[in-house]
């Protein structure tokens, strides 16, 4: 069983930075995505960026240019640089860890608790 352990939410100031990071278990790697969700109250777990063990990388519109998602596959851990922070990102950051063809190896972490206000 994978386990994601997630680290870096917090308070921040709309423009400021937060970098967050998930260190998963295990070993192996080297056929799953990595990615963070983020979900606010009231509203679905959205995709904000996933990257490949190839560093392909993928993100929400809303997010580039400001966010950046990195691997370290030695690790077995992936971080999320997120600059200029909005209000509305105001959400519940998950850490999701999924296999490219078997679906049922897919594994979230707990969350960690990122709050953009003055």
């Known amino acids: 069983q994978v386990q994601l352990v997630e680290s870096g939410g917090g308070l921040v100031q709309p423009g400021g930075s937060l970098r967050l990071s998930c260190a998963a278990s295990g070993s192996g790697f080297s056929n799953y995505v990595m990615g963070w969700y983020r979900q606010a109250p009231g509203k679905q777990r959205d995709l904000v960026a996933s990257?490949?063990?190839?560093?392909?990388?993928n993100y929400v519109d809303s997010v580039k240019g400001r966010f950046t998602i990195s691997r370290d596959n030695a690790k077995n851990m992936v971080t999320l640089q997120m600059n200029s922070l909005k209000p509305e990102e105001t959400a519940v950051y998950y850490c999701?860890?999924?296999?490219?063809?078997?679906?049922?190896?897919?594994?979230w972490g707990k969350g960690t608790l990122v709050t953009v206000s003055s």
């Open positions: 999701n860890v999924r296999h490219v063809f078997i679906q049922r190896r897919d594994y």
């Open positions: 990257i490949t063990s190839g560093g392909n990388t």
